[in-house]
T-cell receptor, first 111, second 113 residues
Framework: KNQVEQSPQSLIILEGKNCTLQ??????????LRWYKQDTGRGPVSLTI?????NTKSNGRYTATLDADTKQSSLHITASQLSDSASYIC??????????FGPGTRLSVLP | EAGVAQSPRYKIIEKRQSVAFWCNPI?????LYWYQQILGQGPKLLIQ????????DSQLPKDRFSAERLKGVDSTLKIQPAKLEDSAVYLC???????????FGSGTRLTVV
């Protein structure tokens, strides 16, 4: 069964600190993996996207890694800001235009 | 490039009333999705269109939910009659062949009271 798991479920950090979010998947055949940021009540916004041949992708303070062998991905946030408070969703694409969503990690950045 | 447009942004209705949401995808995107996202959960696919044909509607509660995509462009999602448990954010997304992932609209937040 195609599944995407994320950990932790929620995370609280202080402003300026770094953090890493995890995504494990059992999706086949794998096509791509995307990290989205979703503010409360808003639609998800894409942060990074990686295909099978890519193992790291950066977007400003966000860096995603992908290990296709172990089927794991991580999203690292550097020097967190209050505006980083949001849900971060891992989405894995397979076989054309099909996608499996993870449940998300809720990040709260405190001053 | 214009994004995925959705309206209304917010809607509050009483249970048993009807409601409709509208989505205008990115120009040229053949695939359109409607998702339901209950607070604290990931989005759940309700229906997927390829042009104006339905690809997947297996999780659409067809006794009360309906969706159409006339002419393969805009789409509407309707709920009739609404229940309290329908309170959620309804997201529309679109994609095109060869696109890794898709683009979401801002969503419609529905509250059923």
């Amino acid at each position: 069964k195609n599944q995407v798991e994320q950990s932790p479920q929620s995370l609280i950090i202080l402003e300026g600190k770094n953090c890493t979010l995890q995504c494990n998947y059992t999706v086949s055949p794998f096509s791509n993996l995307r990290w989205y940021k979703q503010d409360t009540g808003r639609g998800p916004v894409s942060l990074t996207i990686m295909t099978f041949s890519e193992n790291t992708k950066s977007n400003g303070r966000y860096t995603a890694t992908l290990d296709a062998d172990t089927k794991q991905s991580s999203l690292h946030i550097t020097a967190s800001q209050l505006s980083d408070s949001a849900s971060y969703i891992c989405v894995v694409g397979y076989y054309g235009q099909n996608f499996v969503f993870g449940p998300g990690t809720r990040l709260s950045v405190l001053p | 490039e214009a994004g995925v447009a959705q309206s209304p942004r917010y809607k509050i209705i009483e249970k048993r009333q009807s409601v409709a949401f509208w989505c205008n995808p990115i120009s040229g995107h053949a695939t359109l999705y409607w998702y339901q996202q209950i607070l604290g959960q990931g989005p759940k696919l309700l229906i997927q269109f390829q042009n104006n044909g339905v690809v997947d509607d297996s999780q659409l509660p067809k006794d009360r939910f309906s969706a159409e995509r006339l002419k393969g462009v805009d789409s509407t999602l309707k709920i009739q009659p609404a229940k309290l448990e329908d309170s959620a954010v309804y997201l529309c997304a679109s994609s095109t062949a060869g696109d890794y992932g898709y683009t979401f609209g801002s969503g419609t937040r529905l509250t059923v009271v």
